[in-house]
T-cell receptor, first 115, second 113 residues
């Protein structure tokens, strides 16, 4: 099991450029999440997907869109990158609540710099 | 807004000593979790304590939860250099089919030889 994988690991964009961050999990988890981590701020939830076919906004959704492509994959898109979106982005997944699993499993992160 | 505030922000101890980190939060929760993050890496789940539990142990980790004070503590006993990392508390409020984590700002632990 690879767990949660993210691509790319690093990315540099110019202001106004667009890009998609990819995330995939092989644990057959229902829920997936995107977070951003800024220095001294902890992690903040951008968007989440409770199950395949559903997505919802988190704490800081502005400037982002997401797609739950299938049960395995959950992508995060920046349509027009801004310097304020410079951050480290983490994807996570969680098993079924019905099975009592509340633990989230995190990917290694994507370090994004917007110039 | 951040749900959890952690204290201290940074902690430096010697190997073999105990490390205690505290977390305070603002709203009612279903459970509270602690995660560890090594530099440049993703977060790894350490331990979960439910709102009806007061104390939980896992190896060298001991977590307490006081829902009346909305606070939790993580104790790492007999620390090792390999425990050097950032530690985050995360509160969980289950809403329907989703379970959202809200993270604190973290404690950076440095364990020296």
């Amino acid at each position: 099991n690879a767990g949660v994988t993210q691509t790319p690991k690093f990315q540099v964009l110019k202001t106004g450029q667009s890009m998609t961050l990819q995330c995939a999990q092989d644990m057959n988890h229902n829920s997936m999440y995107w977070y951003r981590q800024d220095p001294g701020m902890g992690l903040r939830l951008i968007y989440y997907s409770a199950s395949e076919g559903t997505t919802d906004k988190g704490e800081v959704p502005n400037g982002y869109n997401v797609s739950r492509l299938n049960k395995r994959e959950f992508s995060l898109r920046l349509e027009s990158a801004a310097p304020s979106q410079t951050s480290v982005y983490f994807c996570a997944s969680r098993g079924s609540m019905l099975r009592g699993s509340d633990t989230q499993y995190f990917g290694p992160g994507t370090r994004l710099t917007v110039l | 807004s951040q749900q959890g505030e952690e204290d201290p922000q940074a902690l430096s101890i010697q190997e073999g000593e105990n490390a205690t980190m505290n977390c305070s939060y603002k709203t009612s929760i279903n459970n509270l979790q602690w995660y560890r993050q090594n530099s440049g890496r993703g977060l790894v789940h350490l331990i979960l304590i439910r709102s009806n539990e007061r104390e939980k142990h896992s190896g060298r980790l001991r977590v307490t939860l006081d829902t009346s004070k909305k606070s939790s503590s993580l104790l790492i006993t007999a620390s090792r250099a390999a425990d050097t990392a950032s530690y985050f508390c995360a509160t969980v409020v289950n809403t329907g089919t989703a379970s959202k984590l809200t993270f604190g700002t973290g404690t950076r632990l440095q364990v020296t030889l």
